[in-house]
C-alpha cells in the first residue's frame, strides 16, 4: 500500500486571513465551526494553527502511528460529521491490511474497517479546548475533512493523562515534519 500526503488545503489569502485571525480571537473554540463559518476545508484551519499547535505526519507513517496508539491504554475515539459528535472511550485495537481497508479488530469496542487509502495527512494536534489543554492525533482525507480523531485520555479530574501526553509527544517528535507558517 503507498499512502503520501497530498499538498496543503488551499484557500483565498482573505479566508485564510479570516480563519486565522479566528483562532488568535478564539484559539480554544472548535475548529469544525471555524472551517465552517469561513467556507473552508477542516485541513486548512490545521494549518493555520501556529506550529506549536499543529504538526504533520506523512501517511506512510500511518502503521507505526496505529501500531503505537494500541499501547496508550484508554483514549477517546472521535467521529466529528455535521451530524454529530460521535466519541467512544476506549483502546485502539490492532488492526490489519487486506481487502482495501485497514481492518480494526481486538478486544475493543472500536472495530471497523477504514479506507486508509483515503487519509492525505496524519496531524498532531496540542491545543488548548474550553481553557484546558487537548492532545489528539487526527487523520485527514483528500477532501480536507477528518476522518477520525484520537485524544489522549483524561484521568477521572479531568487532567491529561501524563504517560499519554508523554506517548503523544515522543511519537510527534519521530513522525511529524517541519511546517512553515
Given at each position: 500500500?503507498?499512502?503520501?500526503?497530498?499538498?496543503?488545503?488551499?484557500?483565498?489569502?482573505?479566508?485564510?486571513?479570516?480563519?486565522r485571525?479566528?483562532l488568535?480571537d478564539?484559539?480554544?473554540?472548535?475548529?469544525e465551526?471555524?472551517?465552517?463559518?469561513?467556507?473552508?476545508?477542516?485541513r486548512?484551519?490545521?494549518d493555520?494553527l501556529?506550529?506549536?499547535?499543529s504538526?504533520?505526519?506523512?501517511?506512510?507513517a500511518?502503521d507505526?502511528?496505529?501500531?503505537?496508539?494500541?499501547?496508550w491504554?484508554?483514549?477517546?475515539?472521535?467521529?466529528?460529521?455535521?451530524?454529530?459528535?460521535?466519541?467512544?472511550?476506549?483502546t485502539?485495537?490492532?488492526?490489519?491490511?487486506?481487502?482495501?481497508?485497514?481492518?480494526?479488530?481486538?478486544?475493543?469496542?472500536?472495530?471497523?474497517?477504514?479506507k486508509?487509502?483515503?487519509?492525505?495527512?496524519?496531524?498532531?494536534?496540542?491545543?488548548?479546548?474550553?481553557?484546558?489543554?487537548s492532545?489528539?492525533?487526527?487523520?485527514?482525507?483528500?477532501?480536507?475533512q477528518?476522518?477520525?480523531?484520537?485524544?489522549v485520555?483524561?484521568?477521572?479530574?479531568?487532567?491529561?493523562?501524563?504517560e499519554?501526553?508523554?506517548?503523544?509527544e515522543?511519537?510527534?517528535?519521530?513522525?511529524?515534519?517541519?511546517r512553515?507558517?
Amino acid at each position: 500500500m503507498t499512502l503520501s500526503v497530498v499538498g496543503n488545503a488551499s484557500c483565498d489569502n482573505n479566508a485564510e486571513a479570516a480563519v486565522r485571525a479566528a483562532l488568535r480571537d478564539n484559539p480554544d473554540g472548535v475548529l469544525e465551526a471555524i472551517a465552517d463559518k469561513h467556507s473552508v476545508p477542516y485541513r486548512t484551519v490545521l494549518d493555520c494553527l501556529p506550529s506549536e499547535n499543529s504538526s504533520v505526519a506523512p501517511t506512510e507513517a500511518f502503521d507505526r502511528i496505529w501500531q503505537d496508539l494500541t499501547d496508550w491504554g484508554p483514549i477517546v475515539f472521535i467521529v466529528h460529521t455535521a451530524d454529530g459528535v460521535f466519541e467512544t472511550a476506549c483502546t485502539i485495537p490492532p488492526g490489519t491490511h487486506a481487502r482495501g481497508y485497514f481492518n480494526i479488530h481486538g478486544d475493543s469496542p472500536l472495530g471497523g474497517h477504514l479506507k486508509i487509502d483515503r487519509c492525505a495527512a496524519i496531524y498532531f494536534v496540542d491545543r488548548p479546548f474550553f481553557k484546558r489543554r487537548s492532545c489528539s492525533v487526527q487523520f485527514i482525507n483528500g477532501d480536507g475533512q477528518a476522518m477520525f480523531k484520537i485524544f489522549v485520555g483524561r484521568d477521572e479530574d479531568k487532567n491529561l493523562k501524563p504517560e499519554q501526553v508523554a506517548r503523544f509527544e515522543k511519537l510527534r517528535a519521530e513522525t511529524a515534519v517541519a511546517r512553515d507558517h
